[in-house]
DNA sequence: AGAAGTTAGTTGAATGTTAAACGAGGCCCT
DNA sequence: AGGGCCTCGTTTAACATTCAACTAACTTCT
């Protein structure tokens, strides 16, 4: 049966804290890119990823590792993003069962335009209402967690 | 044009560390959640504030004000749990509009287990992998950052 | 009182997500 | 070569969420 460890008043409090704003956090972000760019947060996330990488495209598996999205997720999300004319799928010469999203120019500039609304929306909401100090100790924690994550399988 | 004031290289780290990471514990505690309990996280959420209001009750716009969650999103939620036999809905006495949600004796009882195994996955993940102040940071930040949402409207 | 405007909560349809199953191709071993 | 097993990405159907429309009831103002 054994008694969990419980958190603490101050620990649960900053864990609430936490749940509550990023889900408040979430939702500021999608609406903003859904209502002046017309995608939604998660696809903002894969054309982010896809305009990094060497010639703009990955192969949906690593796509979907850097999103942190479902493999069926972005297959999905892939399909709508390429029927809006911002990615295409093409095969991966050395894997036949590979392949690769590309970031169309169209997709480059769409996400350029939005990435100036974002990054005012995540200073808005976000690094410019919290002290420097207490956003790199955000970054060293969530550092933490995301590889106690991958350890974990 | 009025170019947007970008993240630097740290900023954009932290940023980064954060989005992804909050993602994945997502992920996470719902999969646990779901697997042991049968509850989303949007669900367990909802019993949670049942259970610390008064009486075990809780009109819909204060349950969703509370879980973060939409009214039609609620809605539907609720009746899932209604249909689960955790939740009842009851009428208003003052306010002929008004819809208390009741959390039942076998949601209390549902809650009591999950939240035993929910908090150890909060700890395994999150609470005991990052530093005490960074932990304190986050709930500093975070309650800005509600704040900040809560004023903007 | 009663018209106009608000707020509470639900509904249904469109949309997005998840979970499980699948086909196809690669890999390893004998 | 070919059997067994793994990975890649997609598909389907079930499920959850969003969005807009709606009814009912409260409020305010004259």
Not at 30 to 47: A, V
């Amino acid at each position: 049966m054994d008694e969990p460890r419980w958190l603490d008043a101050a620990q649960q409090r900053d864990w609430r804290a936490y749940v509550d704003g990023s889900i408040r956090l979430n939702e500021i972000m999608d609406r903003d890119l859904k209502s002046k760019h017309g995608l939604s947060l998660p696809e903002y996330e894969i054309l982010v990823r896809l305009s990094e990488a060497p010639e703009r495209r990955l192969r949906m598996a690593e796509l979907a590792e850097h999103a942190s999205q479902s493999r069926s997720r972005l297959s999905h999300t892939c399909s709508r993003l390429e029927s809006k004319g911002l990615v295409v799928r093409g095969s991966c010469p050395n894997d036949k069962r590979g392949v690769y999203a590309h970031l169309t120019d169209e997709g480059f500039a769409v996400l350029e335009r939005a990435a100036r609304d974002h990054v005012r929306t995540v200073r808005a909401f976000f690094v410019d209402v919290i002290d420097p100090d207490d956003l790199a100790a955000i970054g060293r924690a969530f550092t933490s967690v995301v590889k106690r994550i991958a350890e974990e399988n």
